[in-house]
């Protein structure tokens, strides 16, 4: 069963970096056109949206990755 | 079966696959012969991400056809339910034997994942998604739901001022065809110019539909005087998946029940800081003031990650609700359009395989909205309290 339980915490991924993504982009844009900037605020939320992507989906297969270097015959038990 | 079973039974398929062939939209595009029984199905949905309205339209509360489905699905749900438990015996019969079944399977999945003492608090809402999506599909593949049954829904559009009518603007598409079928093909279109005293005016369809036209060109007509009439056949009955309405408002009641079964399972304090993680920071500047420059700034980086991993966790949270809603609303709706584009192009045999498809997308659809919601509140009430 607990591989269930990984497999359903992944179908979600997919979706977060999505969003990020374009969360940030949609927002920069919003702010360019806001300010009357031309492009520094979307390239911000690009940029913004990418690490937020990132370091979400790493925290999300964090547990994955400590239980499989558990599990392994070199890893700590 | 037999031998001669088999051959009849594909004999009959092939002849039907034949018909049909010649009266579907592949037929058509190969200038077969035309079947007159056999009419091709519009492929047209009128409004895509929410049921169209068909009794009550334009007041506070309109009736949309996929909240009748929704209706039915309580309805038919509820006296499943009632008939399986009506008169249950030790010995199960056929339909209480199957309920006992699919109510176990349920319960050893959900308890297999969230422990015996949370899975007994998670069943009756997982259970409820659960049924409730499945329902949602399956009903939608009867030949009740869909362009089958629909009521028809009329609009005018009206001359916005008087004068003479001096274009016609909508065509149709095939000019030799015998029934002249014209068509709006979106909200706002120009269907006709009027010459008025202060010049030419254009009248604009009113919605998008199949349009028919009360007049002709150098007609004089009224200010407010009908120029057209615009005809739409909204289904009665859509399912009840297709609108994101209805996969929204699910996806925010799976969304807050697990928040709130990790408000209560955890405790308030808990809880909160797992968003809200400023007690490193706070312990930073503590001891930065008391004079451990290099505790207070480590404790105090520290903090500030915590601070950002919270943020991040909020966010991940939110997105749930998003994919949630849209993950149901795009398979749903995408099976609707798939069977539909199947009768479209070869009627009855072609819908069939997809049909089978439809079974299997709407189990697993459940399965997968069910089985989110029960890991992530398992998450959210934590590991730590689970026990094996």
Not at chain 1, 57 to 63: G, L, Q, W
Not at chain 2, 32 to 45: D, F, Q, R
Not at chain 2, 87 to 97: A, D, F, H, T, V
Not at chain 2, 144 to 152: E, R
């Amino acid at each position: 069963m607990e591989k269930w339980v990984y497999a359903f915490r992944f179908v979600g991924i997919g979706w977060y970096i999505a969003l990020c993504i374009g969360g940030g982009i949609f927002g920069g844009l919003w702010l360019d056109s806001h300010f009357g900037t031309s492009i520094i605020f979307t390239l911000a939320g690009v940029f913004l949206g990418l690490v937020v992507a990132a370091l979400g989906t790493y925290r999300m297969i964090e547990p994955l990755i400590r239980e499989q270097n558990d599990t392994t015959p070199g890893g700590k038990h | 079966m037999s031998r001669r079973g088999c051959g009849l039974i594909g004999l009959v398929v092939l002849i039907l696959f034949i018909v049909g062939l010649a009266g579907g939209a592949i037929g058509r595009g190969m200038n077969l012969p035309k079947i007159s029984i056999l009419e091709v199905p519009t492929l047209e949905i009128e409004s895509f991400f929410r049921g169209e309205e068909v009794f009550l339209k334009g007041s506070a509360f309109p009736i949309t056809n996929t909240l009748i489905a929704s209706w039915i699905t309580i309805v038919v749900a509820t006296l499943f339910a009632f008939a399986a438990t009506r008169k249950m015996k030790i010995i199960p019969g056929r339909l209480q034997g199957l309920v006992e079944m699919a109510m176990e399977g349920l319960i050893n999945f959900i308890e297999g994942v969230a422990g015996h003492k949370n899975g007994r608090r998670f069943l009756p809402m997982i259970a409820t998604i659960f049924i409730f999506v499945m329902f949602n599909a399956y009903l939608a593949l009867l030949p009740l739901y869909g362009p089958g049954l629909y009521v028809s829904d009329t609009k005018e559009a009206l001359a916005p001022a008087g004068g003479t009518v001096v274009e016609l603007t909508v065509h149709a598409e095939d000019e030799d065809a015998e029934h002249q079928e014209l068509k709006a093909e979106e909200e706002g279109e120009v269907i006709a110019r009027i010459e008025t005293a202060s010049g030419v005016v254009d009248v604009e369809a009113p919605k998008m539909g199949e349009l028919e036209y009360h007049v002709e060109v150098g007609d004089t007509v009224e200010a407010d005087q009908p120029i057209a009439e615009i005809t739409t056949k909204p289904p009665l009955i859509r399912s009840a998946s297709t609108d994101i309405n209805m996969t929204l408002a699910m996806a925010l009641l799976a969304v807050l029940f697990i928040e709130l079964m990790g408000l209560t399972g955890r405790g308030f304090k808990h809880y909160i800081s797992e968003y809200i993680n400023v007690g490193e920071l706070f312990r930073g500047i503590k001891l930065f003031f008391r004079g451990k420059i290099v505790d207070g700034l480590m404790a105090y980086v520290t903090g500030i990650i915590n601070v950002i991993i919270g943020g991040l966790e909020f966010i991940s949270h939110m997105t749930r609700m998003v994919s949630f809603a849209f993950r149901l609303f795009g398979n749903m709706t995408a099976g609707e359009i798939l069977v539909l584009s199947a009768t479209f192009l070869i009627p009855w045999i072609m819908a069939i395989p997809f049909y089978g498809l439809e079974l299997l997308i709407g189990f697993i659809q459940a399965l997968i909205f069910g089985g989110l919601t029960l890991v992530f509140a398992s998450i959210a009430v934590g590991h730590g309290s689970e026990e094996h």
